[in-house]
């Protein structure tokens, strides 16, 4: 679907920059993304050609977390930089397993949220909150989240692939941790984020693309395993660990000679004792 400005009557949309959840939703398989969103997908697949593969399987393992948290008897989610729901939303991944749960969206990116608004109509127990995830009091306090999440109750938290778009590690380890303080015992924390490969060659691609979001609207940041463990630190991280996201209870086999290290993205759920 080729999209214009006009399509969503957002004269505040900037389409001299590519926006990273619409670059996302492209490398997924989404219509929601503009022709700048598709030339620098393009040139980030030529210096890092398994970057769609990645960008799937960290799709795919989000589904197969909110699944096992369906499984486990959640029935709040709240999506951190949820981006564009498409594909398939996490409230249909969720409610695919229990139909009553409710999914809170936050994201700051005007066409994910005007697209969350339009695909959310008429789907009572969801809402998208426009905010920065880092603004814990605005979210928790939105009337959506009010309205939808009970606190007194064990919610998932997700944030997968949205953490590396924080700059700064400081303020990304403390959103996290506020979050956890919010809610109670039984509640999960959805995780997923990039690192750098143990092949110096294809760190040195992952880096390549890396610099290369310093032109979107957002830059990413790769983060090492050791930064991204402690953010698991006071939670009991269930089977099996933190791990490539297609190492993630895969739904199938994974071959021992596909290298790791191209998934470039370290995933893990841990509970909230």
Same mark, same amino acid.
């Given at each position: 679907?080729?999209?214009?400005?006009?399509?969503?009557?957002?004269?505040?949309?900037?389409?001299?920059?590519?926006?990273?959840?619409?670059?996302?939703?492209?490398?997924?398989?989404?219509?929601?993304?503009?022709?700048?969103?598709?030339?620098?997908?393009?040139?980030?697949?030529?210096?890092?050609?398994?970057?769609?593969?990645?960008?799937?399987?960290?799709?795919?393992?989000?589904?197969?977390?909110?699944?096992?948290?369906?499984?486990?008897?959640?029935? !709040?989610?709240?999506?951190?930089?949820?981006?564009?729901?498409?594909?398939?939303?996490?409230?249909?991944?969720?409610?695919?397993?229990?139909?009553?749960?409710?999914?809170?969206?936050?994201?700051?990116?005007?066409?994910?949220?005007?697209?969350? !608004?339009?695909?959310?109509?008429?789907?009572?127990?969801?809402?998208?909150?426009?905010?920065?995830?880092?603004?814990?009091?605005?979210?928790?306090?939105?009337?959506?989240?009010?309205?939808?999440?009970?606190?007194?109750?064990?919610?998932?938290?997700?944030?997968?692939?949205?953490?590396?778009?924080?700059?700064?590690?400081?303020?990304?380890?403390?959103?996290?941790?506020?979050?956890?303080?919010?809610?109670?015992?039984?509640?999960?924390?959805?995780?997923?984020?990039?690192?750098?490969?143990?092949? !110096?060659?294809?760190?040195?691609?992952?880096?390549?693309?890396?610099?290369?979001?310093?032109?979107?609207?957002?830059?990413?940041?790769?983060?090492?395993?050791?930064?991204?463990?402690?953010?698991?630190?006071?939670?009991?991280?269930?089977?099996?660990?933190?791990?490539?996201?297609?190492?993630?209870?895969?739904?199938?086999?994974?071959?021992?000679?596909?290298?790791?290290?191209?998934?470039?993205?370290?995933?893990?759920?841990?509970?909230?004792?």
């Amino acid at each position: 679907m080729a999209l214009s400005e006009a399509d969503w009557g957002l004269p505040g949309v900037d389409l001299s920059r590519a926006s990273p959840s619409r670059v996302y939703d492209y490398l997924i398989g989404g219509g929601y993304n503009f022709a700048v969103d598709r030339e620098w997908a393009t040139e980030a697949i030529r210096r890092m050609p398994w970057i769609r593969a990645a960008a799937r399987s960290n799709r795919a393992f989000l589904g197969r977390a909110v699944r096992m948290c369906a499984e486990e008897g959640v029935r !709040q989610y709240l999506d951190l930089g949820s981006g564009i729901p498409t594909v398939q939303s996490v409230h249909e991944m969720a409610r695919a397993v229990a139909p009553d749960c409710n999914v809170v969206y936050v994201d700051n990116e005007a066409v994910a949220v005007a697209h969350s !608004q339009l695909t959310l109509e008429g789907s009572p127990g969801t809402a998208i909150i426009e905010s920065d995830m880092c603004d814990v009091d605005h979210v928790l306090g939105h009337p959506s989240a009010r309205r939808l999440l009970d606190l007194d109750r064990p919610v998932a938290l997700l944030m997968t692939a949205s953490l590396y778009y924080i700059p700064d590690p400081d303020l990304a380890a403390r959103t996290v941790a506020r979050y956890l303080e919010a809610v109670p015992s039984g509640s999960y924390l959805v995780l997923s984020h990039a690192t750098l490969g143990q092949d !110096q060659r294809d760190a040195m691609k992952l880096g390549g693309v890396l610099e290369m979001t310093k032109t979107l609207t957002s830059s990413a940041t790769a983060r090492t395993p050791e930064w991204i463990s402690a953010l698991l630190a006071d939670l009991d991280v269930v089977e099996p660990g933190l791990v490539y996201t297609s190492f993630w209870r895969p739904s199938g086999l994974r071959l021992l000679d596909e290298t790791p290290w191209h998934d470039s993205v370290l995933a893990a759920v841990g509970r909230k004792p």
